[in-house]
Nanobody, 124 residues
Framework: QVQLEESGGGLVQPGGSLRLACEVS????????VGWFRQAPGKEREGVSC????????HYVDSVKGRITMTRDNAANMMYLQMNSLNPGDTAVYYC?????????????????WGQGTQVTVAS
């Protein structure tokens, strides 16, 4: 059974930082496309970042470039999202996801495996 579990969310002041972690079990992350998504109240789930399993390239949505870094540790079956210079617009539930599909995409329909999400709230 594949399980993804996020951790590290919380309340942070504008300009602050958080590091999200996603622990994966039931699969070996090597060659999997992995991604972080977020969903704010009343909005659709959107991609934040993803790392291709085929070539290891990392991709970021324009709104987070320069502020957010995604990494993966295949040996530990973990992925991370380091978020800096957070602003209220980053407030959302953050989800990690994985798929064996080749390539890179923020299309949520590509991803077969999802975590339950962790809440990130940016407020003073």
């Amino acid at each position: 059974q594949v399980q993804l579990e996020e951790s590290g969310g919380g309340l942070v002041q504008p300009g602050g930082s958080l590091r999200l972690a996603c622990e994966v079990s039931g699969i070996t992350l090597d060659h999997y496309l992995v991604g972080w998504f977020r969903q704010a109240p009343g909005k659709e789930r959107e991609g934040v970042s993803c790392i291709s399993g085929s070539d290891g390239t990392t991709h970021y949505v324009d709104s987070v470039k320069g502020r957010i870094t995604m990494t993966r540790d295949n040996a530990a079956n973990m992925m991370y999202l380091q978020m800096n210079s957070l602003n209220p617009g980053d407030t959302a539930v953050y989800y990690c996801a994985a798929t064996i599909r080749v390539g890179a995409s923020w299309d949520t329909s590509w991803y077969d495996n999802w975590g339950q999400g962790t809440q990130v709230t940016v407020a003073s």
